[in-house]
């Protein structure tokens, strides 16, 4: 790493914000398969680009298709998988965009270093605290289905733990909110803290 030094760039975080008429920002959707992740980050992905912000929405599941397609599930992969999803999201934000991550990531020290790769108030975790049971009956995917099956190993919330964000920005459970109600929460946080009008 010795000869790999940083090149400053003539257009800076600040300029791409100040063309983009927005404050940059990482909206880090976490919780449980299930748990209404993707549906509201699209839907607010949506509203925000009706209101004229410029945005770009990470999934997980589309990231592991391509960026991480050589990772597992295990602990440390799914580490390895936030790590590139932090630093391709700050990447993201210097360019003066409002980025939306959807990740379960489970655990809190991974989502850490995520927040700590941003200066402070441009990271917002959004903490889907939709209740396991709930999660579970709705299984989209039918993953919880596999995982109680033994057929998928290291499933979060079955034999992998979840750590609940402590003190997340905003936290949403969609077992007692709509998707309009979500995103109006969401847009709310937004509006209280100055990242969009």
Known sequence: MSNIVWHDHAVTKEMHAEHKKQKPCLIWFTGLSGSGKSTIANAL???????????YLLDGDNVRH????????????REENIRRIGEASRLFV??????????????????????????????????????????????PKGL???????????????????????????????????????????INYLVEHERIK
């Open 144 to 186: 919880y289905k596999k995982a109680r099956s033994g057929q998928i190993k290291y499933f979060t919330g079955i034999d992998s733990p979840y750590e609940q964000p402590e003190s997340p920005e905003v936290t949403i459970n969609t077992a007692e909110n709509s998707v309009e109600q979500c995103v109006a929460q969401i």
């Open 66 to 77: 391509g960026l991480n397609k050589d990772l597992g599930f295990s602990d440390s992969d």
């Open 45 to 55: 992905d949506h509203e925000l680009y009706r209101r004229g912000q410029h945005t």
């Open 94 to 139: 210097d360019a003066g965009l409002i980025v939306l991550s959807a990740f379960i990531s489970p655990f809190r020290s991974d989502r850490q270093i995520a927040r700590d790769l941003l200066p402070d108030g441009e990271f917002i975790e959004v903490f889907m605290a939709t209740p396991l049971d709930v999660c579970e009956q709705r299984d």
